[in-house]
């Protein structure tokens, strides 16, 4: 049996900053996807949007231990991913406005942020497309033999995919230096996974293709940023890929139009009480005052909100843009 | 007989109007049941039909077309949900390679009624990849038929005959005109595919649009009448078969044609009509026929680049009036 | 661990008919695909043609378990599994000739083979797109509570495409009565399996999708009845599926223009003194003359010469046969 | 600068040099290293580049192109390989939604400098699921390049124009050509994707094919000949981007279009040519566009059918006749 969970690292053996730094970029994350639920209700958003409340220990965690030459592919539930991985809020919410100062000029939208200077390669909206297309970033690494390493975030749900199945087994079969990360929020849109999928545990699926598989708590960054850096190091080594399953559960609706009855009674009180940002503050209560932590909020908050100005100032795409980037 | 409803909630009526009349059909797709789907357009049916018939399915769609062709060949009238068209590209195969081509490569032993249903097109900020008008792919592939309905009673009928066609047939649901109001066509006589409707009659030009283009037509002709230009608007309904005899027929009166679609000018249905019509019918042309598309890119997510790069009103009424001046 | 190999049994149990039937089976096989390569030199075969020598035992060893009832998908390489099923030796012929007399009326060719009236519905030339169809073909039998069983025959390297994975993941969480074959002939065109598949026993994938996986001898047919028994018992219980991994050897190429120069020195002569009609002839000699089992050869032989003689009068399908079947 | 060679044999020749020319490009697919390739096209890369540079896959083409695609993002210039074209269909969503959208969704950010070599086409017996010109499923999706080579000399130039190229390039290799026979065009400058190749000129018929059914083009004019028809033949090379600009040249000529492919009517890139060609240029036909297609069924595999089903020289030759008597 190749999973295991692994033990919550605790951050007091880090240096002091880096909780403070995870800290601050899941305050930031969660700000920012609170704010895209107030810009829903003023209509400003269009689509849909997927929202990734209470799983930010997640890619906090994962992306704290990338640079930003190590690339990183997720979902259309990507906003946490890409501003985790260091893409600026203020390109961000302009992409959700569909503004010219997007990450994407507002061509992509809610969808599809990137932003390549930080290493986020692109969410993608199509249920486990990116994780081919992450095997090639890890096939890219291996051939020019520098040591970057490639990491995609996916749901449970897309575990059933045909493109997981394709995409673990070349990685495998090319020992190639990626991390297959699944953000398992217990559901496929209004799906509970029990439902779709004959096994409990998803990191067991590892052992079909011949790679390690992990379970971690995925509301623990701590735990998260553990196996997170195993897996780059086991990477970054020639050792191949790992597949980690990250529980965590997702707070908020599958998308805009979603009120999650189907949820059982008690489910979604039971998650709060682990929520990651929660955890992390109680955690860190040893060694910084409320107040400390009280300053750290604020001051995401106050880069939440200046951001969204920003992009709220931003102008519309002008017409000409639409033809552009169809060709180099 | 005219009880109002919209065409988003019309669907599950047709489904469960054709699961009652038939025990073989069944419908399967991800979140068709127990949610009542993602765009709530099988509501209800799980609850009338409980889980034997109405299958909530891994994110799996080969296996979704898959499933729906094994039972089809098993005595099954599935009904697969593909949540958007465009999600037909994960399940290309099973449709075009296995689906369309089963009944032939075993020189009809298989038998393939299968009915797919898609959330279509364009207009509401899904940006390229949630936003195409995947009709446009089928088209080259034999075998398949497609039905593209554009209102309410379009709806109710196309999809009602589409599970009664004991071939396969790809119902596209265009998830711009959800909100689209309309009448049960109960008590009608069922629909065939292959027939036009004739939604407007005029001599001076022919217009041919489906689903929301359809509409755009409609406003555009209606506005062309303070012009002094009176327009035919035809909406196929299905891609394949075609209706040509409809559109023959019309530009016999007006000698003009203009097909208005949400895709691009390459190998999209209106070109293909186009090219059919001048090479049967050249003497009936006054003038060059007129095909409005969209700019060659994906679709853009912000919306001031959707909206331009969907064919508007206004583009319909100037390229009439340029076409009827010509 | 659900892998385990099944112990051989002995066909001394059963009733006597029971192995000259296997053998007498597998014989026409042999000597219909050897008969295949002599109309190929004839140049009386068009396209590809892919043969099963060496791999008699797990069609005929599944088939011998099933009704005509029960369904059976299978690929390119399906012209043994589609005889075993009962198909005519002359219309398998005549469909491999082109002729208005073949299965599927000179329409589907080689790749193609299909008779419905036996439950042989469709023999695919896209690797693992059979699969989910299978999934669907047990879907009606449970729809319908019938208790007919779906069969679907595939390769090693069939094992590495996503069909594969969402049909196996669908049939166990919907709990159908289907049973997946590998025919592990150890390689997938030119590709050994260790080149493409970061895994040695194929079985094991089955721990994935929560279903039983067993590897067999497939060379020995008692042994693939055996678990094939099991498995149909399993799925006609409402139990669920399962994964056979059955080992064996494709003797010839991959196709009609393969060599097959890329085999280890030796490997070929290995395998071929694990023939699987020498098995079974071997086996059976101590209830059986040599006589017998020459007269069951002799009248294998004598039908599959007569079948290729009736298919070789059928005449071409005539130019109206193009129209139709495109629609009901 | 004339050393003759197959259609076949030329790929790896093109390969070859396109590699030795950049180490970024490495070629991906399945059996296209130690095997030299299913068809042999790629005979002799994995002794000369390695296994480094040329790369065995497992049976999973969705690995395959995103593995192309996520290599390109990352500053390579990657050659997948899916064996038959018909197999795109397993890919679909990994070529359509993924590989031709990535650069516009990202606004420019994205690099794709992939080129996918697929075999296409009938002829030679492999029936419905590996038969198909699967070029027609491509048209439209914008953001691919299309290449259809005919001839040896072009297929070397695409393939090298294709692997340079900056975008995503589809290049079909027909597979009932492989053992014509050409010259290698080396020393010769890059050809500029989107150019046509006027392959015989003449005043009375404007013809239009590419692949196959150029050659068969070819044949039927030079028979057309005696009948006193002069033919002009016109190779676009690429469908996308399209030389439009060569037919209506020759239209200026000829008065007469006519188009011959290996596919149905419907959703073809000849059909898309024929409607761009009567929308833009009217006034330049003197006669009815004609489209030779095969007939609206999947390709069958008995020898007698398939013949019947493929456009043929004699098709090609009546068509013309009739078009010219118009
Ligand atoms: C191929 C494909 N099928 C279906 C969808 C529709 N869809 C979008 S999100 C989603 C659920 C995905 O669940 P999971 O992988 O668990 O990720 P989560 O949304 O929970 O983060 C589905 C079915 C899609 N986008 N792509
Ligand atoms: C989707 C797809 N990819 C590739 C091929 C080409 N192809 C035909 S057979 C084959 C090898 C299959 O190997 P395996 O599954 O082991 O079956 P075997 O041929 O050994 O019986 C390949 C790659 C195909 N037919 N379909
Ligand atoms: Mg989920
Ligand atoms: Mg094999």
Chains 1, 3 share one sequence.
Not at chain 1, 289 to 297: M, N, V
Request: proline content about 5%; charged content about 20%; glycine content about 8%.
């Amino acid at each position: 049996m190749t999973i295991g969970v692994e033990a919550s690292a605790s951050l007091d053996q880090g240096p002091p900053d880096d909780a403070a730094a995870l800290l601050a970029m899941m305050l930031r994350i969660r700000m920012f996807e609170d704010k895209v639920m107030d810009l829903f209700s003023q209509n400003l958003v269009r689509g849909s949007t997927h929202l990734c409340q209470g799983q930010e220990a997640v890619t906090v965690g994962v992306c704290s231990v990338l640079r930003h030459v190590d690339t990183m592919t997720c979902t259309y539930r990507g906003h946490g991913a890409v501003i985790a991985k260091g893409a600026p809020l203020a390109a961000c919410f302009g992409e959700l406005l569909g503004r010219a100062g997007g990450l994407c000029r507002g061509k992509g939208g809610s969808m599809h942020f990137a932003d390549f200077s930080v290493g986020a390669i692109g969410s993608n909206a199509i249920v486990g497309a990116h994780l081919p297309i992450t095997v090639g970033a890890a096939l890219a690494s291996s051939y020019l033999g520098d040591d970057r390493v490639a990491v995609s975030f996916f749901g449970d749900g897309a575990t059933n995919i045909g493109a997981f199945h394709e995409a673990l087994n070349l990685a495998s079969v090319w020992k190639l230096p990626a991390v297959f990360v699944i953000e398992n929020n217990q559901y496929g849109e209004y799906s509970p996974l029990r439902s779709t999928t004959p096994i409990d545990r998803l990191a067991r699926r590892a052992d079909a293709y011949g790679m390690p598989g992990v379970l971690v708590d995925g509301n623990d960054v701590a735990a998260v940023r553990s196996v997170a850096r195993s897996a780059v190091e086991r990477a970054r080594a020639g050792q191949g890929p790992t597949l980690i399953e990250a529980d965590t559960y997702r707070q908020v609706g599958h998308s805009r139009s979603d009120p999650a009855t189907y949820r059982p009674a008690g489910e979604l009180d039971r998650w709060l009480e682990r929520d990651p940002i929660l955890l992390l503050e109680r955690s860190m209560l040893t060694r910084w005052s409320t107040e400390e932590l009280d300053t750290i909020r604020q001051t995401a908050q106050r880069d939440v909100d200046s951001a969204l100005e920003m992009a709220l100032a931003m102008p519309e795409p002008t017409l000409d843009e639409m033809a552009k980037d169809v060709w180099a | 007989m005219s009880e109002e409803i919209n065409y988003r909630k019309v669907i599950a009526v047709a489904l469960a109007d054709a699961m009652r009349e038939d025990d073989s059909v069944l419908l399967l797709g991800e979140d068709v049941g127990a949610a009542g789907g993602a765009f709530k357009t099988t509501a209800g049916l799980f609850e009338e039909f409980g889980p034997r018939r109405v299958r909530d399915t891994p994110i799996s769609e080969q296996a979704i077309v898959g499933a729906a062709i094994g039972s089809a060949l098993c005595g099954l009238r599935p009904v697969a949900e593909i949540m958007f068209a465009d999600f037909a590209g994960v399940c290309f195969d099973q449709i075009a390679n296995q689906l369309a081509k089963y009944r032939y490569m075993t020189a009809g032993q298989a038998q393939l009624p299968v009915t797919i249903r898609m959330a279509n097109g364009a207009g509401a900020g899904f940006a390229a990849q949630h936003s195409q008008a995947a009709e446009n792919w089928f088209l080259s592939i034999p075998g398949l038929k497609i039905a593209v309905p554009a209102t309410v009673p379009d709806l109710y009928l196309l999809l009602r005959a589409a599970i009664r066609d004991d071939d396969p047939v790809l119902v596209f649901e265009h998830k711009n005109l959800f909100a689209l109001k309309g009448s049960i066509p109960r008590g009608v006589a069922p629909l065939r595919l292959g027939v036009a409707d004739i939604v407007r009659q005029g001599n001076d030009v022919t217009m041919v649009a489906t689903q929301q283009m359809r509409h755009r037509a409609v406003e555009a002709a209606d506005l062309l009448v303070q012009e002094g230009i009176e327009a035919t608007v035809i909406d196929p309904r299905t891609l394949i078969p075609f209706d040509d005899e409809a559109v023959r027929a019309s530009l016999e009166q007006t000698a003009r044609l203009m097909v208005v679609q949400e895709t691009v000018q390459a190998g999209s249905w209106g070109a293909s009509l186009i090219a059919r019509m001048v090479q049967d019918h050249f003497e009936l042309f006054d003038a060059p026929p007129t095909l409005l598309s969209t700019p060659n890119t994906p679709a853009p997510y912000a919306a001031a680049l959707e909206r331009e790069w969907l064919p508007s009103v206004e583009d319909i009424r100037i390229g009439a009036r340029e076409l009827v001046k010509w």
